[in-house]
């Protein structure tokens, strides 16, 4: 995406470097979340860019995911559903693993929590490796839905993770 607005939300991504642990740059999104007119705008972009695509749902990956899917949701006028690290949904659950740099790692949904007929977007805050949202694409399948569309506020291009998503298209409001 490119226009005045992206370079807004870009200024309001704040890099902290060796967070969660020494090599990583992580991207900060609190900055974006407390500035009501860049979170709006945010939504708006995403929304804009699904460009009237048919949507039944909105799932969002714990955690900061839950935060813009819940936003999107709302602005798209269907429910949201979460996507969470093992054991934290209280009904029967479908379950999907994903590698990890170092051993694996898991996310799950509830069962009925979507159906067949199903149209649904994946929202997270941003996509590396691209193995949490392909796993979640794993759930959404395992529920007998179709993901219509991966959208992720930030794109850390040169790890490739979009290309795990493919053919499914991939929205991502900021590259970096
Ligand atoms: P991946 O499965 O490798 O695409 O990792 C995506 C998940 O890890 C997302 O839920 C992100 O919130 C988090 N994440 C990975 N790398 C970063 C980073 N550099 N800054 C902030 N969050 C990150």
């Known amino acids: 995406m490119s226009d005045d607005r992206v370079s807004f939300l870009r ?19 609190t900055p974006l979340l407390a500035d009501v007119d ?24 714990e955690s900061r995911g839950f935060m813009f899917g819940a936003a999107l949701a709302d602005k798209l006028g269907v429910g949201f559903v979460p996507v969470r690290k093992p054991g934290k949904l209280p009904a029967a ?32 805050d941003l996509i590396a490796t ?7 694409g794993e759930l959404v399948q395992q529920c007998g839905a ?3 569309a991966f959208v992720f506020v930030i794109n850390l291009i040169a790890l490739e993770g979009t290309k795990k998503l493919a053919p499914t298209p991939v929205i991502t409001v900021l590259d970096f």
């Open 130 to 136: 691209g193995g949490t949202a392909q796993a979640t």
């Open 146 to 148: 179709q993901v219509t």
């Open 93 to 124: 659950t479908y379950r999907a693993e994903y590698e990890l740099e170092y051993g694996s790692d898991a996310v799950e949904i509830h069962q009925d929590a979507l159906g067949p007929g199903d149209r649904v977007v994946v929202v997270d």
């Open 11 to 29: 200024g309001c991504i704040r890099d902290i470097p060796d967070f969660p642990k020494q090599g990583i740059l992580f991207k900060d999104i």
């Open 38 to 61: 860049a979170f709006r705008t945010c939504i708006q972009l995403m929304a804009e860019a699904l460009d009237g695509e048919p949507v039944s749902a909105v799932v969002g990956i």
